[in-house]
């Protein structure tokens, strides 16, 4: 769990503060928990996190780790592009799959707002990545 930054034994998925994002009713709240939980991860692992990615094309082990990593980054998106799903708070064009490949929660509210519908507070825009502001 050393990726994580700290010490217990509990993978990012499964933590309560990635669990509460998936629970919270209001999409807009939902987003925000999921940056601040993001943030606070990248600020104590980050470095570490930037050092297997750096040498994975170096060393097959941390290319392994590399790409793990890049999975379960996914996995978290997904699991909460669809929870916004469900709750219709993505836009009409876009499924929880591109929205976790496109719009992940850790990106400016201006870029993840692309990825909500104006029902939840979000923009329309359908260029991917403009920003609404």
């Not at 799903?85 to 201006?110: E, F, I, K, N, Y």
Request: aromatic share 0%.
């Amino acid at each position: 769990m050393a990726v994580v930054g700290d010490e217990e034994a509990i993978a990012v998925a499964d933590r309560p503060e990635v669990r509460l994002t998936l629970t919270e009713v209001d999409p807009e709240k939902a987003i925000a928990l999921s940056v601040a939980y993001s943030t606070e991860l990248l600020e104590r692992a980050g470095d570490l996190i930037m050092v297997s990615i750096e040498a994975a094309g170096a060393d097959p082990e941390m290319r392994a780790t590399a790409d793990e990593g890049a999975r379960a980054t996914h996995r978290v998106h997904l699991a909460l592009s669809q929870a916004l799903h469900r709750r219709g708070a993505l836009r009409d064009d876009l499924d929880p799959t591109s929205a976790a490949d496109t719009c992940p929660p850790c990106v400016p509210r201006t870029r993840t707002n692309n990825c909500a519908s104006t029902e939840a507070g979000g923009s329309r825009s359908t260029a991917p990545g403009s920003n609404t502001t």
